[in-house]
């Protein structure tokens, strides 16, 4: 029994200790003592504290960075709008700068093309130049060096042009192409040329109607003439332009045209009827020499039989 009663008052004093460490002492001075009931209390208190002071500096660090979120896209809203309008009221000056760009570079591209056709133009000329002067080389070098009678040389032209005529043809097609060539060019360029001026002053003159009273109306008609201009196609204007503009080949043309008129074949005969009636005449005047210089002969022989 006294066994069991130590044990009893044993196992009360660590109760009764394990409690004072627990929830603290008090003396009989009056000093407390405090346990860990206490410390934790405080520190509760403490982290109920530091997380309100930690909530409200959240709260306040929200609501600022919202205000600078806002502020940062109402000036970003406003940029964009302002660029997005800046960039409206720049794109029919970009549409017709490019429309403008466009025009020039064809408009460069067919000067280009003009420049080789009017380089193969005066080589063709320079070529049927130089083919031309052959039978005169040739009836010159018959008349003065080997001394030939000038109805003798004539006899040989028609070998000579028939000679020639194979050469003298093809150089004549390609002289033709390249004048039509020089000519659709030309007018193309001038088209482009308009075209180009037209885009470039777009802007310009819409930017004067805009301080008119009818500015609507105005700018509608603007808009309508530079698309109506815009839409013409260029390569229509080169239909039927094909005349050349060079003397010597409006007289081949023309030549050529003669021939495409003869409705029948006997208006081909009359037109062919003139031209062998010019080489009788020719063959006329050379049998006239002929008898002349036969009964000069005949008249100095006889002259020579009376001496």
């Known amino acids: 029994m006294q066994n069991f009663k130590a044990k009893?008052?044993?196992?009360?004093?660590?109760?009764?200790e394990l409690y004072n460490e627990i929830f603290g002492t008090k003396t009989e001075e009056g000093e407390?003592?405090?346990?860990?009931k206490d410390e934790l209390d405080a520190c509760y208190d403490k982290l109920a504290e530091n997380f309100e002071k930690l909530k409200k500096d959240f709260i306040e660090l929200k609501t600022s960075k919202e205000k600078d979120f806002n502020d940062f896209k109402s000036l970003k809203e406003n940029d964009f709008n302002e660029l997005k309008a800046k960039i409206q009221s720049l794109l029919p000056g970009?549409?017709?700068?490019g429309l403008s760009s466009a025009y020039n570079q064809k408009r460069r591209l067919e000067e280009k093309i003009r420049g080789k056709a009017e380089t193969t133009f005066n080589i063709a000329i320079i070529v049927l130049v130089v083919i031309s002067a052959i039978p005169v080389g040739i009836a010159?070098?018959?008349?003065f060096k080997m001394k030939l009678d000038v109805l003798e040389v004539i006899k040989y032209l028609p070998q000579?042009?028939?000679l020639i005529v194979?050469?003298?043809a093809p150089v004549v097609w390609v002289g033709l192409t390249s004048s039509k060539k020089v000519n659709q060019s030309k007018r193309l360029i001038e088209e482009y040329a308009h075209k180009e001026a037209i885009s470039k002053t777009y802007e310009g003159l819409s930017r004067e109607v805009s301080k008119l009273d009818d500015e609507e109306n105005l700018k509608e008609?603007?808009?309508?003439?530079i698309i109506s201009t815009s839409a013409e196609n260029p390569g229509k204007l080169i239909q039927g332009f094909n005349k050349p503009d060079y003397p010597m080949l409006e007289i081949i043309d023309k030549f050529t045209k003669l021939l495409k008129t003869a409705k029948s074949t006997d208006e081909l005969q009359s037109i062919m009827d003139g031209i062998i009636s010019i080489g009788q005449n020719i063959t006329g005047y050379e049998n006239k020499i002929n008898k002349n210089e036969y009964k000069l002969s005949k008249d100095t022989n006889e002259d020579d039989e009376e001496a």
């Open 140 to 143: 010159s070098l018959l008349l």
């Open 160 to 162: 000579l042009l028939g």
């Open 32 to 36: 407390e003592t405090e346990g860990l």
């Open 94 to 97: 970009a549409m017709s700068a």
């Open 221 to 225: 008609r603007l808009l309508f003439n």
């Open 166 to 168: 194979p050469i003298y």
């Open 8 to 16: 009893s008052l044993e196992r009360r004093n660590e109760i009764k």
